[in-house]
């Protein structure tokens, strides 16, 4: 169905898109406002969670960054900015959907790392780790400038399930599916991954410290 | 007068840079002591504030970064570890001229920022964006090296002064005044800017922390 | 002797870089151990440490990044983590040969960022530069990452060895040696200051912090 209409596809994706990097935004945004960071600080932390993975794959891939070609990401987040100010409060019930939106975000930004690193002609498992960097890095970002430890190194499973989703779409590249159906299945499968990692606190297991055991 | 005698203009404009990139040196170095890092630490702390935004503006607009052109920002950044080094006594004492000297570099590391910006045939919203960041990225870098929450997220206004400057250069320029009157203007309007901020204790609203309101 | 046999050489400098990548990335990885991250945040220090200080490097030079052509440096970052998972109570043993590998890494590192800087016609003084960068960098993103001051700022002398070999070889350039002969020299200088500076706690001197002198 989608594949018959191109066009309703891509105003899902760019929908999608920008749930996603709302949701990006919103999550570098809050973290700052928990620090006291100023109205300044929030909008930097929110806009390096939303463009900091896409810049650091554009960069090493030798393109333009994304963001400098279309003033949405901006947009996007001065907006997001602005309902962190105004409805800092209602923000907490809303923990569930922040967490779907984020998760969005992580797949559709996977699967926009894969697509570029391919288009510049680089092998699957430099766009798997580049799908990654897209969807994970700006989360690290954040918590640099936070001065906090990266919590995608300890938390529930986050960037494994960007990996994970890579995977499966190398699989299903090879496999001769065309690039909507691989795509529409790599979303389903990172969504899938995270949400049931939330649900049942799925981590990967720590590293061992080797002076205590 | 300045426009009638390009040189004149052209060694102002010299001086005035590596006073900048003298006084963010010196800032980065400071701060470096502070944490009793060792000359090593200082020099990179120093280089990092001195040559840092640029660097990042440089590398996203595909350019060799500037800093690679030139001798005089390491030689530069090398005099500021020697001053700090056998003068740190006399340092203190002179908070005010670092204030100007340091506020001086961040009105011509924007204007910078954006004129480059604008060669390379970009929007002037990203060119905005760039003289931010070559201006005030630097001594965000620094503060991560440092261990230490980014300064400039919290305290008087600094990274605005710079952004009001671009907003201020984009309305002359489409007025159509030419690229020197507009220089002028921005960074007269970025020192004041930031100077009356640093007076009166200006600073933009902090994000609420809405765990605690 | 090595002249004369480019073969045996090409595979002895391979070698080496196997295991000065290897090093570098099980320095990354038992830091994260040390701080409780997860394997994935075990991966991403030892990665960082291992091609940090090249990616900057190429990405400066507009060059692609070099893991990005070969999946050596990952697979290298994998075998590391599988020796600290499985083997972190005998690493504490081998605290010799770690450092011991570690300024291997260190020397060729720098080596690969002299001559890829020359190869793209910069100045030698940028080359000096980029190649403790190469060799200096990813230690500095590990300890960013891990929320910590870099300990290259305090430590034992650790890049100011690299800078001492990027002097060796620029004058043994100037000289008119060969490349093969300046490198092996500029390789033995970097690790005696290295293991020199670690047996007798040869440090650069601190900085004094104004407020308390």
Redesign the interface.
Same mark, same amino acid.
């Given at each position: 169905m989608i594949n018959s209409n191109p066009e309703v596809a891509h105003t899902v994706q760019q929908l999608i898109e920008f749930i996603g990097t709302f949701a990006f935004a919103i999550s570098g945004?809050?973290m &700052?406002? &928990?620090?006291?960071? +100023? %109205?300044? $600080? $929030?909008f !930097?932390?929110g806009f390096a969670v939303a463009i900091g993975g896409g810049?650091i794959r554009d960069?090493?891939l $030798?393109a333009?960054?994304f963001w400098?070609t279309s003033?949405i990401y @901006?947009v996007c987040t001065v907006f997001a900015l602005l309902v @962190?100010?105004l409805f &800092?409060?209602s923000? /907490?019930r809303m923990e569930n959907a922040w967490l779907v939106f984020d998760t969005f975000g992580l797949a559709l930004f996977t699967i926009a790392g894969l697509q570029k690193t391919l288009l510049y002609e680089?092998?699957f %498992? !430099?766009a798997i780790?580049m799908g990654c960097i897209t969807g994970a890095a700006g989360g *690290?970002i954040r918590d @640099?400038?936070? /001065?906090? #430890?990266?919590v995608?190194?300890?938390k529930d499973i986050y &960037?494994?399930a960007s990996v994970a989703g890579g995977l499966v779409y190398w699989l299903l590249t090879l496999a001769g599916l065309n690039v909507g159906l691989s795509s529409i299945t790599t979303f389903l499968v990172i969504c899938l991954i995270r949400f049931l990692a939330v649900r049942y606190h799925i981590?990967?297991? *720590?590293?061992? +410290? #080797?002076?205590r /055991?």
């Open positions: 945004i809050r &700052a406002a &928990a620090k006291h960071f +100023d %109205w300044f $600080g $929030g !930097v932390c810049t960069v090493m $030798g333009t960054p400098m003033s @901006v @962190v100010i &800092a409060k923000l /907490n680089h092998s %498992w !430099v780790i *690290i @640099v400038l936070l /001065n906090q #430890e990266p995608i190194f300890r &960037a494994m981590s990967l297991p *720590i590293l061992r +410290d #080797e002076k /055991n």
